[in-house]
């Protein structure tokens, strides 16, 4: 299929016409349940229901065939088990049906990916795009279409949720409506043999219902193009993602430290965020988030203002805010000017604004006010413990009267705690549609997502990085590799990659023999380190193959024959090549970190940065980001390790080369990118001095992809 014969998404959404191949007669039947729904839905276009049979089905004439139709047909819902599905598939192509819902199961999710993958390919060459199979369908409120066999009553709003696992999409839509939340659309993605979350953010980036967009994920097939649209889609609406499956397994079969550490939740969490995606913990919080965004005002600020009636649930908040994100405001001035008049002269003009115990609902409703009429305050919290003038039954004729208000513009969330009587008024102000939570963290976790989405959608466009390298050498060297057998480089020949791309390493040269060795190490100046360099031993260190902190020509003597003899006596037949001389860096002196780079099965070129030396898989302090990137969230990058302090200098120390640092990862993130056989990067440990005094890499490792890409 070319991108020239592909049908527009828009078809899948909002099809003219539909045919139901395999609408059964039985009301039992996944098969009659689509006809019902697409009818009860009150769907406009033409509706095709097909059965060996024929006869009328809900006051539908039903074909006997896709042949016997006389219109053109956009979409295709197929509901015949798996050994029919080809034929119907067919059937469809003879007709030049645009959409296939495939809903039958049978097909990758229990093995049989030969025929899964013989449809889809069958499609795509007579310009059919297939969604599904093993899916429940698809509703779709700009289509009127609910082509689904899930509730025939869904509630239309502002919400399209995108899922790859069926039943609980089909519980989503019961879910989302208990909770008040509509939808402007639900897709099932079952096996996402074809159509994936890429095609469908196409359609939703422009779709002027859909105000938010989330996404329940198992696994990613196409990630580079799914970050593309991510890119794009985040700077006009949210998207909320929740994933399954933290596993590790992946990450423990990968070759090295930069695999090992990039567990597959890790690198998704990382990339979500480099694509301003929100992640959430639970549906609870994925739909709290939803349900927020389609009712709140996005923020215009950061300045947030917390109204208690109690000094403890305001810390708590303060708390937090930190937690996700929300800056509390804090200037004393502009608190007095707002507040003086709605605060008694015994409670609290700072933030958390404190009403005292003693305030009923009036001077809430007073201090809310005033708050959204004074123009340095962004955003509210208003907080509630039941206390005795706190009178619950005028709660939801407040709140409401305020977030209603057309004049407020500013986010404001609520939430209030004490007994039972005000737990009912809770679900009476959430019917309502008003922001109230029973936990706070959970009303400060949605201001948090939003304050998210506001700084990624208000930030300026960078373009990515450009970093020159010399990719001719780097090439040249991977050719002699490969002309060897290897799928990894060895140091001497990393040492000149690096050195192609601008990395600094310590000057190094390989001595053939012991005369040579003394001769470079007198020329690069004592103290020196010695490595044996064999393709046949990976591990030098545990093959005795290393020496530091050679400081004469004795010692160099000493540690050459030593480290004959250990390798040796580690692999009786190892090709020896000689032994390189490094100078010897001070590790002190600097910090230790760690950059790597490589070809992510889900999501392509990636880079990780983090702390690093021995500890490194111990501490895991690293973070992650697909390449290419921008040189902002290179730099963003580097400041979200724990331990970033460390580079700011702690204790006196003087602040780090963070510069170089960007640099580095933006050069390594090159080589990978440029050099297409090359499959894994590690730089370990990148020691970084000095802010100015640059970064010296004392160690990179290179492996290759298992087959030659450049000739
Ligand atoms: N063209 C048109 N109609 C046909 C054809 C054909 N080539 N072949 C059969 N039919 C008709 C049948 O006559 C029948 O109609 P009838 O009941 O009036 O006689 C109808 O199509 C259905 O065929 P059945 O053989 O009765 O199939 P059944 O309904 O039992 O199952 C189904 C079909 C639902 C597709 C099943 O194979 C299947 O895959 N079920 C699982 C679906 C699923 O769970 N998908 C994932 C959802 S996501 C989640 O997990 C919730």
């Known amino acids: 299929?070319?991108?020239?014969?592909?049908?527009?998404?828009?078809?899948?959404?909002?099809?003219?016409?539909?045919?139901?191949?395999?609408?059964?007669?039985?009301?039992?039947?996944?098969?009659?349940?689509?006809?019902?729904?697409?009818?009860?839905?009150?769907?406009?276009?033409?509706?095709?229901?097909?059965?060996?049979?024929?006869?009328?089905?809900?006051?539908?004439?039903?074909?006997?065939?896709?042949?016997?139709?006389?219109?053109?047909?956009?979409?295709?819902?197929?509901?015949?088990p798996a050994k029919y599905t080809f034929d119907a598939v067919r059937e469809c192509a003879r007709k030049n049906v645009k959409y296939l819902v495939v809903i039958t199961s049978g097909f990758s999710e229990i093995g049989n990916r030969d025929e899964e993958n013989q449809i889809v390919e069958f499609a795509k060459e007579n310009g059919m795009r297939v969604l599904g199979p093993n899916i429940f369908g698809i509703y779709s409120a700009g289509g009127k279409i609910n082509a689904t066999f899930g509730p025939k009553d869904i509630m239309e709003g502002g919400v399209s949720i995108i899922t790859q696992s069926g039943a609980l999409g089909i519980a989503m839509i019961g879910k989302t409506k208990a909770e008040n939340i509509g939808l402007s659309s639900i897709i099932s993605l079952g096996n996402k043999a074809d159509v994936d979350e890429a095609d469908l953010l196409e359609y939703l980036v422009n779709e002027e219902r859909t105000k938010v967009i989330m996404m329940y994920i198992e696994g990613i097939k196409e990630g580079e193009r799914l970050i593309c649209k991510l890119k794009e889609i985040t700077r006009k609406k949210p998207v909320v993602v929740i994933?399954?499956?933290?596993?590790?397994?992946?990450?423990?079969?990968?070759?090295?430290?930069?695999?090992?550490?990039?567990?597959?939740?890790?690198?998704?969490?990382?990339?979500?965020?480099?694509?301003?995606?929100?992640?959430?913990?639970?549906?609870?919080?994925?739909?709290?988030?939803?349900?927020?965004?389609?009712?709140?005002?996005?923020?215009?600020?950061?300045?947030?203002?917390?109204?208690?009636?109690?000094?403890?649930?305001?810390?708590?908040?303060?708390?937090?805010?930190?937690?996700?994100?929300?800056?509390?405001?804090?200037d004393i001035k502009t608190m007095k000017d707002a507040f003086a008049d709605a605060v008694p002269p015994f409670g609290s003009l700072k933030n958390p604004v404190d009403l005292t115990g003693g305030a009923a609902i009036e001077d809430y409703e007073r201090c809310i006010r005033a708050a959204l009429n004074h123009k340095n305050i962004d955003s509210i919290i208003c907080l509630g413990c039941e206390a005795a003038v706190f009178d619950v039954d005028k709660l939801p004729d407040m709140t409401e009267s305020i977030f209603k208000d057309k004049r407020n513009l500013k986010p404001i969330v609520f939430s209030f705690v004490g007994g039972s009587r005000l737990e009912e008024k809770i679900g009476e102000m959430r019917r309502r549609g008003i922001p109230v939570f029973p936990e706070l963290y959970s009303g400060v976790s949605c201001l948090g997502a939003a304050y998210r989405q506001f700084r990624y959608s208000k930030a300026q466009v960078e373009p990515d990085a450009v970093v020159d390298i010399d990719a001719d050498t780097i090439n040249e060297v991977i050719r002699g590799a490969r002309a060897d057998d290897r799928t990894f480089l060895l140091a001497h020949e990393s040492s000149r990659v690096m050195e192609a791309a601008g990395i600094i390493m310590p000057q190094s040269r390989v001595a053939r023999n012991l005369d040579e060795a003394v001769k470079y190490a007198e020329s690069i100046g004592y103290p020196v380190v010695m490595k044996v360099v064999s393709k046949?031993?990976?591990?030098?260190?545990?093959?005795?193959?290393?020496?530091?902190?050679?400081?004469?020509?004795?010692?160099?003597?000493?540690?050459?024959?030593?480290?004959?003899?250990?390798?040796?006596?580690?692999?009786?037949?190892?090709?020896?090549?000689?032994?390189?001389?490094?100078?010897?860096?001070?590790?002190k002196a600097g910090v230790e970190t760690i950059i790597g780079a490589r070809i992510d099965g889900s999501f392509g070129p990636t880079v990780m940065f983090g702390l690093g030396g021995i500890y490194v898989e111990v501490m895991k302090d690293v973070t992650f980001r697909s390449f290419p990137l921008t040189h902002r969230e290179a730099v963003k990058m580097v400041s979200e390790i724990k331990s970033y302090a460390l580079l700011l200098g702690v204790r006196g120390e003087k602040k780090k080369d963070i510069n170089e640092v960007v640099n580095t990862i933006l050069k390594v993130g090159a080589i990978l990118q440029k050099c297409s056989d090359i499959s894994d990067i590690e730089v370990n440990p990148l020691i970084v001095y000095e802010e100015g005094k640059g970064a010296k890499a004392l160690d990179a490792r290179i492996l290759l992809t298992k087959s030659k890409v450049v000739e």
Not at 13 to 33: D, L, T
Not at 289 to 310: H, Q, S
Not at 557 to 562: L, M, N, T
């Open 1 to 80: 299929m070319t991108q020239a014969n592909k049908p527009d998404i828009k078809y899948l959404f909002e099809p003219r016409s539909v045919a139901i191949i395999g609408a059964s007669h039985s009301k039992g039947k996944i098969g009659y349940k689509m006809v019902e729904n697409i009818v009860y839905g009150g769907y406009k276009g033409k509706i095709y229901p097909i059965n060996p049979k024929g006869g009328e089905m809900l006051g539908l004439r039903a074909y006997t065939g896709l042949d016997e139709v006389e219109g053109d047909i956009d979409m295709a819902c197929i509901v015949v």
């Open 536 to 587: 046949d031993i990976i591990h030098k260190s545990d093959a005795g193959g290393v020496a530091l902190d050679l400081d004469n020509k004795e010692e160099i003597i000493d540690a050459y024959q030593a480290i004959m003899r250990n390798c040796k006596a580690y692999k009786a037949d190892a090709l020896i090549e000689g032994v390189e001389i490094a100078e010897m860096v001070n590790i």
């Open 243 to 330: 994933k399954s499956g933290r596993s590790k397994r992946g990450a423990m079969a990968a070759a090295s430290h930069t695999g090992s550490l990039a567990g597959a939740d890790e690198v998704f969490s990382s990339i979500m965020t480099q694509c301003g995606v929100l992640r959430a913990e639970s549906i609870e919080e994925a739909l709290n988030w939803c349900k927020f965004f389609t009712e709140i005002p996005a923020p215009k600020g950061e300045n947030c203002v917390i109204i208690t009636n109690g000094g403890g649930i305001g810390v708590m908040c303060a708390d937090a805010c930190e937690k996700y994100g929300v800056e509390l405001y804090d």
